[in-house]
C-alpha cells in the first residue's frame, strides 16, 4: 500500500520556500547571468507555486517547483529572444510598399548566434541603445496600436488570439499592427536611427 500523501500547510509551504530560495536565485543567476532578472524569476516562481499549488502534498512541492522555476527561464529567453528581434529586423516590420496586411512576425527570425559563439560587446550595446529608443517610441503610439503591437511581437499572440484579447477582429488587429510598424519606423528615422 502507498503511503498517503498529506497536503502542505501555510506553514510547510513557507519553510519551503525559504529553503529553496537561495539555491533557486544561484540556478537562476547562472541561467540569465543578470542579478535583477534572476531575482524576478525566482520570485515569479515562488508566487506561482504559492498561488496554483499551495494545496499539494509537501512531498511534491519540489518537482513542482522545479518545473516552474525552469519554465519561468525558458519564458524569460522567448522574452529576451523577441526583444532581440526587434532591434536586429525591425526594418522588416515596415515593408516599402505599405502592405496593410503584410504580417511581420510571420517574417521575423531569432536573432541568436548560430555558432554558439557570445554576440559582439558593441553589438549587444547598439542593439540595447535601439530597444530603448523603441521602447520609447512606443509611448507614442495611440494606445490601440500599441496594444496590438506588443500584443502580437511581444507576447507572440497570433492575430486570432490578439483579436480575442483586444475584442476586435482580424482585419483590425492587422491594421493596428501595421501602423503601428510604419509610425515606429518613422519615429526611429527622427532619431537617426534606419534599419
Wanted: charged content about 30%; aromatic content about 8%; some cysteine.
Amino acid at each position: 500500500m502507498a503511503p498517503r500523501l498529506t497536503l502542505a500547510s501555510e506553514s510547510e509551504l513557507s519553510k519551503f520556500l525559504a529553503e529553496v530560495e537561495r539555491r533557486a536565485f544561484k540556478q537562476a543567476l547562472y541561467a540569465v547571468r543578470e542579478n535583477e532578472s534572476a531575482l524576478d524569476i525566482v520570485q515569479d516562481s515562488m508566487l506561482k507555486l504559492a498561488e496554483k499549488y499551495a494545496d499539494r502534498p509537501v512531498e511534491e512541492l519540489p518537482m513542482l517547483f522545479q518545473r516552474i522555476l525552469q519554465n519561468s527561464i525558458r519564458d524569460w529567453y522567448r522574452r529576451t529572444r523577441v526583444r532581440n528581434t526587434w532591434t536586429t529586423l525591425f526594418s522588416s516590420l515596415a515593408p516599402a510598399g505599405g502592405d496593410e496586411d503584410f504580417d511581420a512576425l510571420e517574417t521575423l527570425q531569432a536573432a541568436s548566434p548560430a555558432d554558439g559563439q557570445g554576440i559582439d560587446p558593441a553589438d549587444h550595446l547598439q542593439r540595447m541603445r535601439t530597444l530603448a529608443t523603441i521602447e520609447q517610441g512606443l509611448k507614442t503610439l495611440p494606445a490601440r496600436q500599441r496594444e496590438a503591437f506588443l500584443l502580437r511581437y511581444w507576447e507572440e499572440l497570433d492575430v486570432a488570439e490578439t483579436a480575442a484579447a483586444m475584442g476586435c477582429s482580424e482585419g483590425s488587429v492587422k491594421t493596428h499592427c501595421s501602423r503601428a510598424a510604419h509610425a515606429l519606423a518613422e519615429w526611429l528615422k527622427t532619431k537617426g536611427i534606419s534599419l
